[in-house]
């Protein structure tokens, strides 16, 4: 039944795809001067992917060099450039790129476009972001540092002022870190606008905004969240470079201006900016979980309030980085208060994804195993956050393992976890063809393992005392054998997203072939061949209710009756 | 085949246009920008532990402030003469649009002039300097951009190549410029009136 109807009549094109006789290089110019939705969505992730491993590489050897105390794997300076190279890449290099990735393919088929608003607008945001994380990566042979040439910045992805003032990092180490990210910041903010115009004003006919995936959703609220929170790092970096070329004095104490200022100017965008990550892939689980548990997602208009909350809640909790600082004790009441206030929302999202769950015909496939993953870890990384919500016991961990450890089950718990979950989902609908389920399995059990091993141990330490970003460790502190799990727990998640780069090689060419709908989901993308033509859909599509296809394979039992 | 489901949509569709989407959603992320800025500015009134202070050496700037607050009148004038159709008379309100621009640029040279080589006051001079530069500044650079958007319309318009047709996308452009005035009504109250 579910065969015959696809895919919409009248949406295919009969005409047979030419054989393409391009030479290497038209096929590479191609893809330089494409300004389809798709193909930029494709380099956003292949670029991500690639940063990732990158990074991936950081971190393992800031683990070697801890795995025991006294050791001399990297020199402190490289130490230093390893833990910030490390983070400004993973957030903005690899977070941000593939999430954007993923909604620059997926936006426009879901609510049934032929392209994004701004499709040359796409293209540009695209280059700027890969220039900036060029020019980042440029300064580890062109940055001139406090240790001479082939300095990378290394002054923490926070950057603290007044350790970034030209009297203590002198060279252009920071400056490239700044630069790099007013750059990428610019396309960033291209790609929010942009999205935010697609899902406003090219939605097919019927695709009302309640009736929008959760995913269009949830990157809209994320778009949003863009321009308010990257313009401020901006606008702070702006200052901090009129600091260091200009000799202006916003973060120079010694003429009456304030280190603290630039510490507000950070998490004023640092803590939204950890919700424009994590909301990306609150839409992946919101799309993943329902399909493979063959049942609607429960609680849609519950689902969207929640996110539009998250996203307000999230702009006034900023200052619980910083209790440690010395505020008010009205300053921070005001901020333990906000941050609890966000584990409303978010415990919404999380019953809802439950109550999709419950008495649904679950399968385990490789998608849905990273996304139950990720329910219970964000739930964990949630109470986490709960604790260190509270000044009093934020006096008491903060800057130590315990605070890394919390951080790093959000970021790594909840958003990679989802973007192998969103990979592992919508690959057949980019390639044509199925990643394959066994190295998948693999991937999933070797990821989830070391990254138990690595992040459950790392709060340990934290407890035990071990601050964060030091160089190495005494051997009488018992922080040895913790060190040395998290450091295996750490090589281990290495060789699963080794063995996940080699599946994404291996399964383009010898894949199972995917056909247009491998999962027998309900949204329009997977209405269209796989990969789908450049203009999407031959004709305009009409929707009825949330699940198009749905309401296509089962026309007894539609959809549309039973919603608003 | 035909299997899908048919129920009537309600009504025609329609949906916003995506050029204003898009401008209003540029002018909400500039505005967090200006915010930053703004803040930086009111946190450090009265910080600066030399001279010159602000109450010396800053004059009100009226008739800039003036001319700049009516170009948003006459750019608005110039969006209702396209909107019938009346180009030349577009052409000319739109020109009296990049004037008032020209002589809001020309006031502030002279204002900063008068700062640099007078009062010797530079951006590194203090914290006033850093902050009244950079905000002020600020500002400014969004007045050029602007005034080159403007006077590459101008062009266009006197080669003939905007007819009515253009009076959407003429509009989106206006939404900036009136988004570069209001800001100023801010920048203006924050520096000459409560940091004086």
Same mark, same amino acid.
């Given at each position: 039944?579910?065969?015959?109807?696809?895919?919409?009549?009248?949406?295919?094109?009969?005409?047979?795809?030419?054989?393409?006789?391009?030479?290497?290089?038209?096929?590479?110019?191609?893809? @330089?001067?494409?300004?389809?939705?798709?193909?930029?969505?494709?380099?956003?992730?292949?670029?991500?992917?690639?940063?990732?491993?990158?990074?991936?590489?950081?971190?393992?050897?800031?683990?070697?060099?801890?795995?025991?105390?006294?050791?001399?794997? !990297?020199?402190?300076?490289?130490?230093?450039?390893?833990?910030?190279?490390?983070?400004?890449?993973? @957030?903005?290099?690899?977070?941000?790129?593939?999430?954007?990735?993923? $909604?620059?393919?997926?936006?426009?088929?879901?609510?049934?476009?032929? +392209?994004?608003?701004?499709?040359?607008?796409?293209?540009?945001?695209?280059?700027?972001?890969?220039?900036?994380?060029?020019?980042?990566?440029?300064?580890?042979?062109?940055?001139?540092?406090?240790?001479?040439?082939?300095?990378?910045?290394?002054?923490? =992805?926070?950057?603290?002022?007044?350790?970034?003032?030209?009297?203590?990092?002198?060279?252009? $180490?920071?400056?490239?870190?700044? !630069?790099?990210?007013?750059?990428?910041?610019?396309?960033?903010?291209?790609?929010?606008?942009?999205?935010?115009?697609?899902?406003?004003?090219?939605?097919?006919?019927?695709?009302?905004?309640?009736?929008?995936?959760?995913?269009?959703?949830?990157?809209?609220?994320?778009?949003? !969240?863009? !321009?308010?929170?990257?313009?401020?790092?901006?606008?702070?970096?702006?200052?901090?470079? %009129?600091?260091?070329?200009?000799?202006?004095?916003?973060?120079?104490?010694?003429?009456?201006?304030?280190?603290?200022?630039?510490?507000?100017?950070?998490?004023?965008?640092?803590?939204?900016?950890?919700?424009?990550?994590?909301?990306?892939?609150?839409?992946?689980?919101?799309?993943?979980?329902?399909?493979?548990?063959?049942?609607?997602?429960?609680?849609?208009?519950?689902?969207?309030?929640?996110?539009?909350?998250?996203?307000? @809640?999230?702009?006034?909790?900023?200052?619980?980085?910083?209790?440690?600082?010395?505020?008010?004790?009205?300053?921070?009441?005001?901020? @333990?208060?906000?941050?609890?206030?966000?584990?409303?929302?978010?415990?919404?999202?999380?019953?809802?994804?439950?109550?999709?769950? =419950?008495?649904?015909?679950?399968?385990?496939?490789?998608?849905?195993?990273?996304?139950?993953?990720?329910?219970?870890?964000?739930?964990?990384?949630?109470?986490?956050? %709960?604790?260190?919500?509270?000044?009093?016991?934020?006096?008491?961990?903060?800057?130590?393992?315990?605070?890394?450890?919390?951080?790093?089950?959000?970021?790594?718990?909840?958003?990679?976890?989802?973007?192998?979950?969103?990979?592992?989902?919508?690959?057949?609908?980019?390639?044509?063809?199925?990643?394959?389920?066994?190295?998948?399995? =693999?991937?999933? =059990?070797?990821?989830?393992?070391?990254?138990?091993?690595?992040?459950?141990?790392?709060?340990?330490?934290?407890?035990?005392?071990?601050?964060?970003?030091?160089?190495?460790?005494?051997? +009488?502190?018992?922080?040895?054998?913790?060190?040395?799990?998290?450091?295996?727990?750490?090589? %281990?998640?290495?060789?699963?997203?080794?063995?996940? $780069?080699?599946?994404?090689?291996?399964?383009?060419?010898?894949?199972?072939?995917?056909?247009?709908?491998?999962?027998?989901?309900?949204?329009?993308?997977?209405?269209?061949?796989?990969?789908?033509?450049?203009?999407?859909?031959?004709? +305009?599509?009409?929707?009825?209710?949330?699940?198009?296809?749905?309401?296509?394979?089962?026309?007894?039992?539609? +959809?549309?009756?039973?919603?608003? | 085949?035909?299997?899908?489901?048919?129920?009537?949509?309600?009504?025609?569709?329609?949906?916003?246009? #995506?050029? #204003?989407?898009?401008?209003?959603?540029?002018?909400?992320?500039?505005?967090?920008?200006?915010?930053?800025?703004?803040?930086?500015?009111?946190?450090?009134?009265? /910080?600066?532990?030399?001279?010159?202070?602000?109450?010396?050496?800053?004059?009100?700037?009226?008739?800039?402030?003036?001319?700049?607050?009516?170009?948003?009148?006459?750019?608005?004038?110039?969006? #209702?003469?396209?909107?019938?159709? /009346?180009?030349?008379?577009?052409?000319?309100?739109?020109?009296?649009?990049?004037?008032?621009?020209?002589?809001?640029?020309?006031?502030?040279?002279?204002?900063?002039? /008068?700062?640099?080589?007078?009062?010797?006051?530079?951006?590194?001079?203090?914290?006033?300097?850093?902050?009244?530069?950079?905000?002020?500044?600020? *500002?400014?650079?969004?007045?050029?951009?602007?005034?080159?958007?403007?006077?590459?319309?101008?062009?266009?318009?006197?080669?003939?190549?905007?007819?009515?047709? *253009?009076?959407?996308?003429?509009?989106?452009?206006?939404?900036?410029?009136?988004?570069?005035?209001?800001?100023?009504?801010?920048?203006?109250?924050?520096?000459?009136?409560?940091? #004086?």
């Amino acid at each position: 039944m579910a065969d015959q109807t696809l895919p919409i009549a009248g949406t295919l094109d009969v005409t047979p795809p030419r054989r393409s006789t391009a030479m290497l290089l038209e096929w590479l110019h191609g893809w @330089v001067v494409t300004v389809d939705h798709k193909r930029l969505g494709i380099l956003y992730m292949v670029y991500g992917i690639f940063f990732l491993l990158v990074g991936g590489a950081e971190a393992i050897a800031i683990r070697i060099q801890l795995a025991w105390p006294g050791m001399h794997f !990297l020199s402190p300076e490289l130490y230093n450039e390893m833990f910030t190279m490390h983070g400004t890449t993973m @957030v903005f290099l690899v977070g941000m790129t593939i999430l954007f990735g993923f $909604a620059n393919y997926l936006v426009p088929l879901m609510i049934g476009a032929r +392209d994004m608003a701004f499709p040359r607008l796409n293209a540009f945001s695209f280059w700027m972001t890969a220039f900036g994380g060029l020019l980042l990566y440029y300064s580890f042979i062109g940055g001139f540092g406090l240790y001479g040439m082939g300095a990378a910045p290394d002054v923490g =992805w926070w950057a603290y002022a007044p350790l970034t003032a030209r009297a203590f990092s002198p060279g252009h $180490a920071t400056d490239y870190w700044a !630069l790099a990210l007013i750059v990428a910041g610019f396309g960033t903010l291209g790609t929010a606008i942009n999205i935010i115009a697609t899902a406003a004003s090219m939605r097919c006919r019927g695709m009302s905004l309640l009736r929008m995936p959760l995913f269009v959703w949830l990157m809209v609220v994320t778009s949003g !969240l863009t !321009l308010i929170t990257i313009t401020p790092l901006t606008a702070a970096q702006v200052m901090l470079l %009129i600091d260091r070329y200009l000799g202006g004095h916003f973060f120079d104490t010694q003429a009456g201006g304030s280190a603290v200022v630039w510490m507000h100017f950070f998490w004023i965008f640092g803590h939204p900016e950890v919700y424009v990550l994590v909301l990306p892939a609150f839409g992946v689980a919101s799309e993943v979980i329902p399909v493979f548990s063959r049942k609607a997602i429960f609680g849609y208009p519950a689902m969207v309030a929640a996110s539009v909350g998250i996203a307000f @809640v999230s702009l006034g909790v900023w200052a619980h980085h910083m209790f440690t600082v010395g505020m008010t004790s009205v300053g921070n009441t005001f901020f @333990v208060l906000s941050t609890g206030l966000v584990g409303v929302p978010t415990g919404i999202k999380i019953f809802n994804w439950l109550a999709t769950l =419950w008495g649904g015909k679950i399968r385990f496939r490789v998608p849905m195993l990273f996304c139950l993953a990720f329910v219970i870890q964000f739930l964990c990384a949630g109470l986490t956050g %709960i604790m260190l919500s509270v000044a009093p016991w934020n006096w008491q961990l903060h800057n130590s393992y315990f605070v890394i450890a919390h951080f790093h089950y959000v970021l790594v718990g909840a958003i990679v976890f989802n973007i192998f979950a969103a990979i592992y989902y919508w690959y057949p609908k980019m390639t044509g063809r199925l990643l394959d389920e066994t190295l998948g399995k =693999w991937h999933f =059990w070797l990821f989830f393992i070391g990254f138990h091993l690595t992040f459950d141990t790392m709060h340990f330490v934290g407890f035990l005392g071990m601050p964060r970003s030091i160089y190495t460790y005494e051997p +009488d502190r018992g922080w040895n054998t913790l060190n040395l799990w998290i450091s295996i727990g750490g090589l %281990i998640q290495g060789i699963a997203v080794l063995l996940f $780069a080699w599946n994404l090689v291996h399964s383009y060419f010898k894949g199972k072939e995917a056909g247009n709908d491998p999962w027998d989901a309900w949204t329009l993308e997977w209405a269209v061949p796989s990969p789908p033509p450049p203009y999407n859909f031959a004709a +305009d599509p009409v929707v009825h209710s949330r699940r198009p296809l749905w309401d296509l394979k089962h026309p007894e039992d539609p +959809d549309w009756k039973y919603e608003p | 085949m035909s299997a899908i489901p048919v129920t009537p949509v309600a009504g025609p569709w329609s949906l916003p246009s #995506r050029g #204003r989407v898009a401008m209003l959603s540029l002018i909400t992320g500039e505005s967090a920008i200006f915010t930053i800025f703004v803040v930086a500015y009111v946190f450090y009134i009265g /910080k600066s532990l030399t001279p010159p202070y602000p109450q010396q050496v800053l004059d009100i700037p009226i008739f800039n402030t003036i001319c700049l607050l009516s170009s948003s009148v006459t750019i608005w004038l110039a969006e #209702r003469q396209i909107d019938r159709g /009346k180009i030349r008379l577009f052409a000319a309100w739109w020109a009296l649009t990049i004037a008032l621009g020209m002589i809001f640029m020309i006031g502030t040279a002279i204002e900063w002039h /008068k700062l640099i080589y007078i009062d010797g006051l530079t951006i590194r001079t203090n914290l006033f300097g850093t902050t009244f530069y950079s905000l002020v500044g600020l *500002h400014a650079t969004h007045v050029v951009v602007g005034l080159i958007g403007l006077s590459l319309i101008l062009l266009f318009t006197l080669t003939g190549h905007v007819t009515e047709e *253009h009076s959407e996308r003429i509009q989106v452009f206006a939404l900036y410029w009136h988004f570069v005035d209001a800001v100023w009504v801010v920048v203006f109250t924050v520096v000459y009136i409560v940091g #004086r």
